[in-house]
């Protein structure tokens, strides 16, 4: 019996505490999908934790026969992507190089807290190698198959590739992953999932492998919206309260407007603008944004690089030749990156992200596709380089427009059943997170049910 099959963390935590299921039967159920023969286990996990997730599971359900719990996870299987802490473990990220660094000292807050909430952790997932590409393709520990066309087999998204993987194909409840230009929600719209990229200062990042320090952040993948504001709540620290629900007919939402609505493919295109008639018969006032900082978001957003070879440098002179020749190529221009630079850099994104207040204000949220294109064939972007750093920019392009701007964000899926997984980004500025999680909840209630909204 198939116990997960992405169902919503709420209902599968009201079974474990009425005793329908138990933590147990989950964490096994999560294991003999992981070893499937043939399956995407061994591609979505770079380390599976099979014994302590048993004893883990067990101890869940003793305090839930005992009508005790350890907090909103409790007894759920969680997986937590390679880039994460955990005590007495190696850090890998994806990559060959760190597979034999000294284990971490101590918990990440991240894995702490997950723990606390009663979160089984069931192991860490694959990655693009350091967390540096929207792809999810990983030389080192093969690259997980996107659930949709698996006979194509088509690229999962990344650079939280096994976070994604894992929910999609019921290895875990939600994937915890990080999100720097996208890395939660293009592998989320990828794959039919949900995914949340927070206001980056909501979550503390020790503990944490970093990419870029200015635009990291960490958020969830899972089934639904309200599966990522619990989880969420969980990771910020917070005490989680249900989201209030919000007719759709209320929402005053602005459509971006520019480069984030060019070379769409037809599958990007068809849904996307599906989903804005389906708002706009439901009542939303839907209004063209015309943001005029927009066009200068590319060329200032060249500083990542930078942070990213200020922590890897040392690394790559000892151990470049083992590096994925792709995450070099994006890591190497920070070589060259004048301090001056950096600083004009620094000093742009303060000036644009006052502009994106003052434009985006009058809206409950901003609308864009998540993505450009659907996920293409892994084949295809592995024999070509130029395919690879296409599709790579045609994936981030969008999302990482709200890490520069230090937003907040969801993707949300915008495709009818049996389509290529497509998702709509709701998005806002920095500390808007609850209220994005309520508009997208909206969204998402209409989208999965138009007729019934």
């Known amino acids: 019996m198939r116990l997960l099959s992405q169902q919503p963390i709420a209902v599968l935590s009201h079974q474990l505490k009425t005793l329908q299921v138990s933590s147990r039967g989950l964490i096994e159920d999560c294991l003999s999908r992981i070893a499937e023969p043939g399956g995407e286990g061994s591609r979505t996990f770079t380390r599976v934790y099979r014994d302590s997730a048993l004893s ?72 693009t190698e350091f ?103 969980v990771l910020s620290g917070e005490s989680f309260q249900p989201i209030e629900a919000q007719p759709v007919s209320t929402l005053r939402l602005g459509v971006l407007q520019g480069y984030v609505l060019e070379g769409l493919d037809t599958h990007v295109s068809r849904a996307y603008e599906r989903s804005l008639a389906m708002l706009q018969a439901a009542g939303a006032t839907l209004i063209p944004l015309h943001f005029s900082a927009l066009d200068r978001i590319p060329a200032a957003n060249q500083f990542a690089s930078a942070e990213a070879f200020s922590w890897h440098r040392h690394l790559l002179e000892r151990d470049g030749k083992r590096y994925d020749p792709h995450v070099v190529a994006r890591i190497e221009p920070g070589r060259w990156m004048l301090a001056a630079d950096y600083i004009d850099c620094i000093r742009q994104r303060r000036e644009i992200m006052l502009e994106a207040q003052a434009a985006f204000q009058p809206f409950d949220a901003v609308l864009l596709p998540t993505t450009a294109w659907i996920a293409p064939p892994i084949a295809e972007l592995e024999a070509c380089d130029t395919a690879y750093f296409n599709a790579n920019g045609a994936m981030l392009r969008n999302p990482s427009i709200f890490n520069y701007l230090d937003g907040c964000a969801l993707s949300v899926p915008c495709h009818l059943p049996g389509e290529a997984p497509v998702g709509l980004m709701i998005a806002g500025m920095g500390g808007r997170d609850h209220a994005i999680l309520r508009v997208g909840s909206a969204i998402e209630s209409l989208l999965a049910n138009p007729h019934g909204a």
Do not use: E, W
């Open 56 to 127: 883990t599971a067990d101890a869940a359900d003793a305090r839930l026969r005992n009508g005790q719990s350890a907090g909103p996870l409790d007894g759920l299987p969680i997986a937590i992507k390679d880039l994460f802490d955990v005590a007495g473990q190696p850090t890998p990220a994806g990559s060959v190089v760190l597979a034999d660094a000294p284990p971490a000292a101590a918990d990440s807050t991240v894995v702490r807290r997950l723990k606390q909430a009663g979160a089984v952790l069931i192991g860490r997932t694959n990655m």
């Open 131 to 233: 967390a540096y590409s929207g792809l999810g393709l990983n030389p080192h520990y093969g690259t997980p198959r996107n659930p949709y066309d698996q006979a194509t087999g088509r690229i999962p998204g990344g650079s939280s590739s096994g976070a994604a993987t894992s929910v999609a194909y019921g290895m875990a409840a939600a994937g915890i992953g990080s999100d720097t230009g996208g890395s939660v929600r293009i592998p989320s719209a990828l794959c039919g999932l949900t995914g949340f990229k927070p206001t980056a200062r909501r979550i503390p990042m020790d503990g944490v492998l970093p990419l870029s320090p200015t635009l990291d952040s960490i958020g969830p993948i899972a089934p639904t919206v309200a599966c990522c504001a619990l989880v969420d709540a």
